[in-house]
């Protein structure tokens, strides 16, 4: 599965019938089985930007090719939205509020139910998925209120699991988790990775994208302004902070290493980082 996006811009009203450019002129494509990270600046546009990647929004100009059918302002055939989204699953920040039924099971067949798979089946579905999202089974007949904020962000992920699409979209998963639940979730995205699906993060936390993804999209007053490996935008500290955001914290430091005379090579995380020092000294 492929998702190309052409030359897309969305506009909004602004008061006085004018229009901002919440994505201006944004193209890009995304390919099965990446490891995506989606940066930008408070307003940079990157939510906006993912909301049309399951046709949420329709772009005012441009258009999205998302396996093969075709996105844009005229599109409105709710049969093929209903395709897309069982491909494409977002999860938006702080999920867990999205939470609703009386038992976790019923939270999660919720969504599986109204895309035609009988209740059965759905149940089925129920008890492999939240398995997999790191729960014990006995979970399913408890209430999703009765867990903690880390449980009920993997009962949210279960219930876009359970629709089984092959790509899937978090804007901020670790918001408001501590660092123990950020990192669980984290290692469930990379598992899932493993197994094919294709992962998109949209984040503040630069140092959450330096280790765990590959590719890296970075957005700037609606404007794409870097698409590439991961390690190539990030360590460009300088641009980050002229783009208001906060670099990682482990390239950071790598760079003070090397302005010592240190010579450490590219790391993405702190292990390699470690061996890069270990090396030095020897």
């Known amino acids: 599965m492929k998702i190309i996006v052409k030359n897309i811009t969305k506009e909004f009203l602004s008061g006085m019938n004018s229009k901002m450019k919440a994505i201006d002129s ?6 099965q ?3 995506i990270g989606v940066i930008g600046h408070t307003g940079s546009g ?16 441009g258009e999205l090719i998302i396996d093969g059918k075709v996105i844009k302002k005229s599109w409105r055939k709710i049969k093929k939205v209903e395709e897309i989204r069982k491909k494409i699953g977002i999860v938006f920040q702080f999920a867990e509020y999205q939470l609703f039924e009386e038992t976790i099971e019923k939270d ?3 969504g599986p139910i109204t895309m035609g798979v009988t209740k059965e089946e759905a149940i089925e579905i129920a008890k492999e998925i939240i398995v997999e999202v790191g729960l014990p089974i006995e979970f399913l007949s408890k209430s999703p209120f009765e867990l903690s904020g880390g449980q009920k962000r993997r009962v949210a992920l279960a219930g876009i699991m359970a629709m089984k699409p092959d790509f899937l979209v978090f804007d901020e998963p670790t918001a408001g988790l501590d660092p123990a639940g950020a990192h669980d979730i984290l290692e469930l995205f990379k598992k899932m990775h493993k197994n094919g699906k294709t992962i998109i993060i949209v984040t503040h936390d630069l140092d959450n994208v330096l280790q765990y993804t590959d590719r890296t999209l970075m957005f700037c007053d609606g404007k794409l302004v870097k698409d590439g490996l991961t390690i190539d935008v990030l360590e460009d500290t300088e641009f980050l902070i002229e783009k208001l955001l906060e670099p990682p914290k482990l390239l950071s430091f790598a760079n ?7 010579p ?7 292990d390699q980082l470690a061996k890069e020092i270990n090396k030095y000294k020897k």
């Open 264 to 270: 450490i090579g590219r790391v993405k995380n702190i």
């Open 33 to 35: 089985g990446e490891f």
């Open 256 to 262: 003070e290493l090397k302005k010592l005379g240190m």
């Open 108 to 110: 999660i067949i919720f």
């Open 46 to 61: 990157k939510t906006t930007f993912i909301e049309h990647l399951n046709a949420l929004l329709i772009p005012s100009q």
């Open 26 to 31: 944004v193209s890009t494509e995304f390919n």
